[in-house]
């Protein structure tokens, strides 16, 4: 018989452990799972390789700034449209806190494609005639046998877990993303997958309209109302710029200072603070988060 695999929030960090290998979805403007990189920052966990397959958004920032990071696959990491470039992350590569496995975004695909197939590696013809096997030497340049042309052998990494946000599932782990085409490649490469939906809906719902479903059978599923916040989640709220502005500006302080005690400030005041989800929502406020949201 199948299972209701929702689960609470605690029950969903209870998958992830110290030096993991963690695939984050979401893109510019889009959803990210910030219900559990909250819970990551809370439970102080270290040492993880976080993968990201687009660009990164200020998630990534708040686990550097926390110290959660050891290392990280990504092809760049903003700070939506507040900052071009993250600047935790910035700072934390020109310090050498954190170890770079350098890439450009379709090779970040191709790496969760070739892990996705069981496969050692993909071929790619992006970078090839770039810098980025010369940073990065687990790229390997090797001449294609059919037309003898240079290509890529990117590796496969197959992630841990994978931790998305979506819109909707139902109570079995099916899945329906708005906009959340490059999910799919999180999904597909993980070893398991949490998913965090803005609502779960019945299973009459999903079968009414099955080309919607993005993800069939996640391994469980947390509902997590504004659980993309500060973030956007399509089609339900915007971006909070003041809040991402704020973590700019705190984050440029204390590099630019060297004094950290902003920033610690601001991440323990939402990240380590409130004891749940909605302990954060709290914080932040009703009249605020609706006015965020997509009426």
């Known amino acids: 018989m199948r299972r209701s695999r929702v689960i609470d929030e605690e029950a969903a960090l209870d998958f992830i452990r110290d030096g993991m290998t963690i695939s984050i979805g979401g893109h510019l403007n889009s959803a990210h799972p910030m219900l559990l990189i909250r819970g990551i920052i809370r439970r102080g966990l270290k040492d993880l390789t976080i993968i990201t397959s687009a660009q990164g958004g ?45 890439a450009d975004e379709g090779i970040v695909y191709a790496m969760l494609r070739a892990a996705a197939q069981g496969l050692p ?15 990065n030497p687990f790229l390997k340049e090797f001449d294609d046998p059919i037309s003898g042309k240079p290509l890529l052998a990117v590796p496969a ?23 959340g085409w490059g999910d799919r490649a ?38 997590a109302p504004f659980g993309a916040h500060p973030m956007a989640s399509p089609e339900y709220y915007l971006e909070d710029q ?37 302990e954060y929502l709290e914080k932040i406020g009703v009249s605020r988060l609706f006015s965020l949201h997509e009426f």
Request: glycine share 6%.
């Open 186 to 223: 999180h999904y597909r490469a993980a070893k398991e997958t949490i998913v965090q939906v803005e609502k779960v809906i019945s299973n009459e719902d999903v079968r009414r309209d099955p080309s919607k479903t993005s993800i069939i059978g996640a391994d469980a599923i947390v509902r």
């Open 58 to 102: 200020p998630e990534i920032g708040f686990l550097i700034a926390a110290g959660c990071v050891k290392k990280l696959i990504t092809s760049g990491v903003h700070a939506e449209g507040m900052a071009g470039i993250d600047p935790c992350f910035r700072f934390a590569l020109q310090r050498g806190d954190i170890e770079i496995w350098e």
């Open 157 to 179: 990494i197959a992630p841990d877990l994978a931790i998305l946000h979506a819109a909707t599932s139902d109570m079995y782990g099916n899945v329906q993303h708005v906009h």
């Open 242 to 278: 003041p809040f991402i502005k704020t973590y700019v500006s705190c984050a440029n302080a204390a590099y630019k200072k060297d004094d950290m005690s902003e920033l610690t400030a601001f991440i323990d005041e939402y990240f380590v603070q409130p004891q749940d989800h909605f």
């Open 121 to 135: 590696f993909l071929p790619w013809h992006g970078g090839v005639g770039t810098s980025i096997p010369e940073v």
